[in-house]
């Protein structure tokens, strides 16, 4: 509940001062128009942030700064959605807070540094797929 509640008072703050104005001009200027472009720079922005906070941390702070801007680039918000999540879930198997790696290495015994060289094996997967979505949204 607290972060809910310090997640909507943000999202008033980010309204008031019309953040999301100034980061769709960056992003719209970053990508030159091209919204392939844009959604690579957003999911590198994913991704690096997943690599510190959990999911639903990352989605409550991301969203309400990130969906006018994309709004107001006419991206369908739906498809932006599903790249969102998929790159922050891609951010739960990356050191240094990848929660889920915390989690095999608690259930298996095994040492963390072993579980986070293992999974890392899968991250050019996730990445190929998350590109294949951007690119073939039907």
Do not use: Q
């Amino acid at each position: 509940m607290l972060l809910v509640s310090v997640a909507s008072f943000f999202t008033w703050i980010v309204s008031i001062e019309r953040m999301h104005v100034v980061i769709g001009r960056v992003l719209e200027t970053l990508s030159a128009g091209n919204i392939h472009v844009m959604f690579f720079i957003c999911s590198l922005i994913f991704i690096i942030i997943g690599c510190f906070l959990d999911t639903g941390s990352k989605a409550l702070l991301l969203t309400p700064i990130l969906f006018p801007a994309v709004n107001a680039l006419g991206i369908d918000l739906v498809h932006f959605s599903l790249v969102m999540i998929l790159a922050l879930m891609n951010g739960l198997i990356t050191p240094p807070f990848g929660l889920v790696l915390f989690v095999v290495a608690d259930c298996s015994g095994l040492p963390f540094s072993r579980v986070t060289i293992e999974s890392l094996k899968y991250a050019p997967a996730m990445v190929l797929v998350l590109i294949l979505i951007i690119l073939f949204p039907s």
